[in-house]
């Protein structure tokens, strides 16, 4: 049975076709479109209705003013607005907690996005980048729903297994405490926290391309990383959410590595051509490629990725950008490379360097004097 959106938006369904065909998955997604009712009370009246109960999930423009609906009423609110009543009226018991993600211009979402509301959302996309994303975009809204429905559970078994897909033995004692504190919070909170902080941020668990980092393997040019990744399998994570975030647990892989590769070597500190040929000789894959430094970097035992450009890098060769104070203790902090930081390609993503790492960026550009920022 495929799960159901509503997709509300002040654009007409022509013009909004494209979004929704995108989106739609036969068997697994169906997005269903509609305009704002333009008159709060009505609203409201919707989502307190049999009908709105059908469905698994909600999409919402942000800005809901701006064209008339087919009865030629203007809405006096924005999607946040209507995230934050739905919010409260599923707290309130009256309806079951669902997704809800927004969808909307970027320059919406400057101009009028309150930063304060971010916990509403599980997911914002804006739409400048969602016409290339559109596979990526269906599997978490697929898992948003499907999560949702784990959630829901878990707050009436307590079963962190079943949440988790590991044993909870198996946890970290500090992310597990946190867990159990959160447990009561209601289901959008607890998936905003994995969502945000265990899933969106490396630490307990890695992306597949900060994997292949630590693992110190090119994986766009190893043939055989498919195959290192189907031996990897135990340690895939395979919990809340997992379709749509796929990711891996790095405590698992680490003792993975000291089982069956290195009884000795440290994976952290070991450089990457050393870790590929002891993966190549212990199990027989030839086609893998180890990772090579970029420009500016001294280290070759790589552990994360610029923030900017995404190039592996030893967090020696990076600078920590700001505000990273307030991490849980299970989560990586971030950097980017000494060439990002000199030459920019992507500062959207950093915005700027921690204030302590400053006096290393001035004796970076005394060291190579010639540099000039790229235009952005």
């Known amino acids: 049975m495929a799960y159901k959106f509503l997709y509300i938006d002040d654009n007409s369904k022509e013009n909004a076709q494209g979004i929704i065909t995108g989106l739609t998955l036969e068997g697994a997604l ?3 479109f509609d305009n704002p009712a333009g008159i709060w009370e009505v609203e409201r009246d919707r989502i307190l209705s049999d009908s709105f109960k059908e ?3 909600l999409i919402l423009d942000l800005n809901l003013e701006e064209i008339p609906n087919e009865a030629k009423r203007h809405s006096k609110y924005k999607g946040s607005s209507l995230a ?5 009226i599923s707290k309130s018991g009256e309806i079951r907690e669902i997704p809800i993600v927004l969808f909307s211009a970027k320059i919406n979402l400057q101009k009028y996005f309150d930063k304060t509301n971010e916990d509403l959302f599980d997911l914002i996309v804006s739409r400048e980048e969602l016409g290339r994303i559109y596979l990526p975009t269906r599997n978490m809204l697929t898992s948003l729903a499907h999560g949702y429905e784990i959630l ?9 297994e079943a949440l988790l897909g590991i044993s909870v033995d198996e946890l970290d004692i500090m992310f597990g405490s946190h867990l159990q504190m959160i447990s009561e919070s209601p ?4 998936a905003n926290f994995f969502i945000k902080n265990v899933l969106g941020k490396s630490g307990l668990l890695v992306s597949e391309e900060l994997l292949a980092t630590r693992l110190g393997i090119l994986k766009s040019d190893s043939p055989d990383w498919g195959e290192l990744l189907e031996l990897l399998s ?11 975030w796929q990711r891996w647990w790095m405590n698992g892989v680490e003792r993975w590595w000291n089982e069956k590769i290195d009884t000795n070597g440290n994976l952290r500190t070991m450089k990457a051509t ?4 002891k993966f190549i000789h212990a199990l027989n894959l030839p086609g893998l490629i180890s990772i090579k430094k970029i420009e500016k970097s001294r280290s070759d035992s790589f552990w994360t990725n610029c923030v900017g450009s ?5 967090t020696v060769d990076g600078l920590l950008i700001a505000e990273q104070d307030n991490l849980y203790p299970w989560q990586d902090k971030s950097y980017i490379s000494f060439e990002e930081a000199l030459n920019p390609t992507n500062k959207s993503r950093w915005n700027r360097i921690s204030p302590l790492e400053e006096y290393k960026l001035e004796q970076l550009k005394l060291s190579y004097p010639n540099e000039r920022p790229k235009r952005q």
């Open 30 to 32: 169906d997005i269903i």
């Open 55 to 57: 469905y698994d999930g």
């Open 84 to 88: 934050q009543e739905i919010r409260n």
């Open 152 to 160: 829901n559970s878990f707050k009436q078994d307590h079963n962190y």
């Open 187 to 190: 289901s959008h909170s607890i």
């Open 234 to 244: 135990p340690y895939k994570y395979s919990g809340v959410f997992c379709e749509g």
């Open 274 to 277: 050393e870790k590929v040929e």
């Open 310 to 314: 995404g190039a592996p890098i030893d």
